[in-house]
């Protein structure tokens, strides 16, 4: 029996398609369920039960003698929310309700970090545990991340096998719900069917031109895949990146969606918005050396070939992963 948490939204729905794909149906799945476009990102797939994100600690010290794993991707992730209550009630205590648990019950743990946490870079993007007292994330968001992973490395007692995986900006099926959140290949996608055109944010930032912000875009794809490593793997337990380990401009995903639209670029600029403009990353790439250390061989989607199936074979139709 497999476990994830926040299973009806865009990277857990695709974690669980990942394992059905391979024959892994005995899944249960936790989250809310009471927003209506996210369940249909659970539509077809392979589940057991679904357990609401309330119930699940009573379910799991019921049944705890079935679980195989446990990947807790359910979190509060909206980096324009400032109420740490919410973080504290989501990101941290709930994370460490279910690390509890897998120590006490001898169940692997994955679970979601983020690359929020690096803040605005001061320190790089390695994710060398030694340096995660020092990050200074730049919102709440962020910051619940990292409290959760200094937490964690703390602990006298953990699970057998665990790992944090610190997403970077993960894109691609299954985030038709998420709205502002959504990937900038959404709302690319979006804005140029509407209107013909895509705005960027302008750089605020001296050192960078209008449209050369850089991020590290990967694709949700090689997101499961990693999980689904680890999740065999089972050694080697720590915090680790999951970026596709090369930076991109906006510029350079903005002209990938019109090429994969099959539209001529039609590029402008608007001021990013005052409520994180003093918050923004405008460079992030993951170091990806410690994961293929461990093992992990498999080649990762360009910013191009990840845009292209994403458009042409999703977004395009409409469809779910």
Not at 102 to 107: F, P, S
Request: with cysteine.
């Amino acid at each position: 029996m497999m476990i994830v948490t926040g299973a009806a939204g865009f990277i857990g729905s695709c974690l669980i398609s990942k394992l059905n794909e391979e024959n892994f149906n005995y899944i249960i799945a936790v989250d809310q369920f009471d927003d209506p476009a996210k369940l249909k990102n659970l539509e077809g797939k392979k589940i057991q039960e679904k357990v609401h994100r309330d119930d699940f600690f009573d379910w799991l010290d019921r049944n705890y003698e079935e679980v195989e794993f446990i990947f807790h991707i359910g979190a509060r992730t909206d980096t324009t929310e400032f109420d740490t209550a919410i973080f504290d009630k989501l990101n941290l205590n709930y994370s460490k309700e279910i690390w509890s648990r897998c120590v006490d019950y001898q169940i692997p743990l994955v679970y979601a970090s983020s690359a929020a946490t690096y803040g605005s870079g001061e320190l790089g993007y390695k994710d060398d545990e030694s340096i995660i007292p020092q990050l200074l994330p730049l919102n709440p968001y962020g910051e619940s991340k990292n409290e959760f992973d200094k937490w964690a490395l703390n602990q006298e007692k953990k699970p057998f096998f665990w790992a944090g995986l610190k997403f970077f900006n993960v894109y691609g099926p299954n985030e038709y719900h998420k709205a502002r959140m959504a990937s900038v290949i959404w709302h690319a996608y979006r804005q140029i069917s509407e209107k013909g055109e895509m705005k960027l944010f302008r750089s605020h930032n001296p050192e960078y031109k209008d449209g050369e912000q850089m991020r590290d875009f990967v694709y949700v794809k090689d997101v499961v895949e990693v999980c689904y490593f680890l999740m065999r793997h089972r050694i080697d337990s720590g915090i680790y990146n999951l970026g596709s380990g090369k930076a991109r401009t906006f510029l350079d995903l903005t002209k990938a969606v019109f090429k994969a639209m099959d539209k001529e670029e039609n590029i402008g600029f608007i001021d990013t918005p005052e409520d994180i403009r003093e918050k923004y990353q405008y460079f992030t790439e993951a170091d990806m050396s410690k994961l293929k250390s461990i093992g992990y061989d498999k080649a990762f989607y360009s910013l191009e070939e990840g845009i292209s199936e994403y458009i042409k074979t999703y977004l395009s139709k409409q469809k779910y992963y």
